[in-house]
């Protein structure tokens, strides 16, 4: 074994910089043929635990994080891998939302750094260099070998049918809600978006769907049926009866199908807020049924209970109110918008940035009317953005909304006047921004 050449999870993360990153909008190739060569070369640590590939629009991280942590209640050690990170990129890869050892994320980036250094484009398949994405992956990977896994929720990065994820061997798939989004790389219809997410779903193994758009789910069906895979449909297995919503968290009492998983009615709760989290947890029930065959309540309830993520509709102060939630579509802020006006009925303070791919047009006209101050910033450096293009279509709805380009000056403009007038503070449209956010209030 090579010196360790890295001194943490951060100076593997910089090293990961060096390459092509999608999410900063660098351009690349979608192909698997890198991925499995140098899986192969690792050793196929993929191979080595039982895997659950989720892919989605909205939720998947939800799902993902909630089954993970079921699964970990009901005795298993799970990996967990999500993207993106807020604060860490560490974030991204877990014991089910636990921090991992940081000498395992060391030891997978140091075994895997000989693969590909030094090394030409020309000498990897299809002649270009790796990603940051397909390293990160891999590192992932192999951590969960290293910690002795016995199973890992790996969540798709970018679509799924090439996502560099989707060498996996899974034993269930899980499909979340589909939107519009990533067009430019997915298709620009939902037919086509569809299409590239049932790409994850392996010959003769199940598929989980929640609720889609009707030509949505057709696609659903015929990648079902061509892979020979039985598809379970969420909303058809599970009826929510009742369901409350508090800055607390979401509850909600379920019915299921005969056999799914329990007879009667069942009340859990999730600290994740929103009327969606209540559909969340449906999935990530019937999911953790499949997985277990006979799966405790109290091992659901527990998993449920324990369930943590950054940046989903998450309230990160109370004096003033702020609220941090990555919504970045159109459907996805209606929902935040939703949950905000529920909890926060007053006045309200709106900070929102977006990327520059994002439909800003469509959310401005969502979310303008029902703010007293509205101030459109950049979300962070990571990824481009436009930020007077969106100022653009907000002041179009909104006229009194004010452009502050400076991230860090606009959140602290917007915590100021909350905290001073006793308003309540939504923080949206990136989780880039959301983590701009969260810094500042780390740092404070």
């Known amino acids: 074994m090579n010196a360790i050449p890295f001194d943490g999870s951060e100076a593997v993360y910089k090293w990961l910089l060096e390459y092509v990153n999608v999410e900063k909008g660098q351009a690349t190739v979608f192909k698997l043929d890198r ?31 909630m089954l993970a942590r079921i699964l970990m209640e009901a005795g298993h050690r799970v990996g967990l891998y999500t993207s993106p990170h807020l604060l860490r990129w560490k974030e991204r890869i877990s014991l089910a939302g636990e921090e991992i050892d940081e000498a395992l994320i060391v030891e997978a980036a140091t075994r895997l750094r000989p693969l590909v250094l030094g090394k ?20 992932a990977f192999e951590a969960f070998r290293l ?40 298709g620009d219809t939902i037919e086509k978006i569809a299409f590239e997410k049932a790409g994850i779903i392996k010959a003769g193994k199940p598929v989980c769907v929640a609720a889609q758009a009707p030509e949505a789910m057709a696609v659903i069906e015929e990648a079902a049926a061509g892979c020979g895979s039985r598809l379970l449909e969420v909303d058809k297995l599970v009826k929510i009866e009742e369901m409350a919503i508090d800055r607390g968290g979401t509850r909600a009492r379920f019915s299921f199908a005969e056999g799914w998983p329990w007879p009667g009615n069942h009340e859990f709760r999730t600290p994740l807020v929103g009327e969606v989290q209540a559909r969340n947890m449906a999935q990530a029930i019937i999911a953790a049924a499949l997985v277990e065959g006979r799966l405790d309540p109290k091992a659901a309830a527990r998993g449920l209970e324990g369930s943590r993520l950054p940046a989903r509709f998450e309230l990160v102060s109370e004096r003033p109110p702020i609220v941090l939630d990555g919504a970045h579509t159109p459907a996805s802020v209606s929902l935040a918008l939703e949950s905000f006006e529920r909890l926060f009925p007053g006045p309200k303070i709106l900070l929102f940035a977006c990327a520059i ?41 909104e006229p009194r909304a004010r452009l502050v380009e400076d991230t860090r000056e606009a959140f602290d403009l917007c915590r100021e006047t909350a905290r001073r007038e006793g308003k309540a503070l939504l923080v949206t449209g990136s989780f880039y921004l959301c983590a701009e956010a969260a810094k500042a209030l780390e740092e404070a």
């Open 35 to 65: 991925m499995r060569s140098l899986a192969l070369a690792l050793g196929s640590p993929e191979l080595r635990y039982r895997t659950i590939h989720i892919a989605g629009s909205k939720g998947k991280g939800s799902v993902s994080t």
């Open 120 to 139: 030409k484009a020309e000498e990897f398949p299809g002649n270009e260099l790796p990603t940051y994405f397909e390293l990160s992956t891999l590192v």
């Open 147 to 186: 910690a002795g896994c016995d199973i890992a929720v790996i969540e798709t990065g970018l679509g799924g049918r090439l996502d560099s994820t989707n060498i996996i061997a899974s034993e269930l798939s899980l499909i979340t809600r589909l939107e519009l989004e990533h067009t430019e790389w997915l």
């Open 357 to 397: 791919d994002k439909r800003h047009a469509e959310m401005a006209g969502i979310l303008a009317g029902h703010f007293s101050d509205i101030v459109v910033t950049r979300p962070g450096t990571f990824k481009q953005s436009a930020p007077r293009a969106v100022h653009e279509s907000f002041a179009k709805v």
